[in-house]
């Protein structure tokens, strides 16, 4: 089974890291950090940087491709040779999908046309210019493509990716595996659920937390 990992500048690190934890230890995966040109990739916050061992045509039919959000796929939505990449591959994956606002880079290669979808809470109205229909869920399968809501979110899309694959068992297993056993010291991993004043925090500052 062939993964590929999209990656490019300014992307965040758990959108790629967290699904990576979960989908490499699949059964016979053979996962691939992939870019436009191979080599290291600055995240956000430039402290980090991952590196793509391969390019995207030395894996033009990945059985899985993701594709990470962060301030970055504003430039990843306008390269063509990622969205090109996307509808191509996209013809024969089995699973395409996305975290936080990397389905906006899904969206800009009109692979989410009419399709329900979801992304960063901040970004959620911008889906709908790509001809998705957004929605709030956490995680949101529609036909073959799965898209998931912001950066830890990627981890639930994972492991729901390795239940449609291979089951409740492998699923658990995978999870106990990381011990992916959230417990939070406050709930207010959603605007529904954060106290007002912090959800307007983010609202007035939405340039800077999504451009960076």
């Known amino acids: 089974m062939d993964i590929a990992i999209l990656l490019f500048d300014r992307l965040t690190a758990l959108d790629a ?6 989908l490499s230890r699949l059964p016979d995966a053979n996962l691939t950090f992939v870019a436009t040109e191979a080599g290291p ?5 430039k402290a980090l940087a991952l590196v793509a061992d391969a390019t995207l045509a030395d894996v033009p039919r990945p059985d899985i491709l993701l594709v990470p959000g962060g301030p ?11 969205l090109e990449w996307l ?17 906006l880079v899904l969206g800009a290669a009109g692979l989410l046309e009419g399709k329900r979808a979801t992304t960063y809470w901040l970004a959620l109205e911008d889906l ?12 949101v399968i529609d036909g ?4 998931a809501a912001g950066v830890s979110s990627g981890i639930d899309m994972a492991l729901t990716l390795a239940r449609e694959i291979g089951g409740d068992d ?3 297993m995978l999870q106990l595996g990381i011990e992916y056993d959230p417990q939070p010291p406050f709930d ?7 106290p007002a004043h912090i959800s307007q925090f983010f609202r007035d500052n939405s340039r800077f937390v999504l451009e960076g």
């Open 144 to 147: 073959k493509i799965a898209t």
């Open 188 to 194: 207010s991993g959603s605007e529904a659920k954060a």
């Open 128 to 139: 709908a210019r790509h001809g998705a229909i957004p929605t709030s869920e956490r995680v």
């Open 87 to 103: 509808r191509t591959a996209h013809e024969t994956t089995t699973w395409t999908t996305s975290v936080c606002t990397g389905s």
């Open 170 to 172: 492998l699923s658990q």
């Open 17 to 22: 890291v967290g699904p990576y934890e979960v």
């Open 72 to 82: 970055g796929q504003a430039d990843a939505e306008k390269d063509e040779a990622v």
């Open 41 to 45: 990739k600055r995240t956000d916050t």
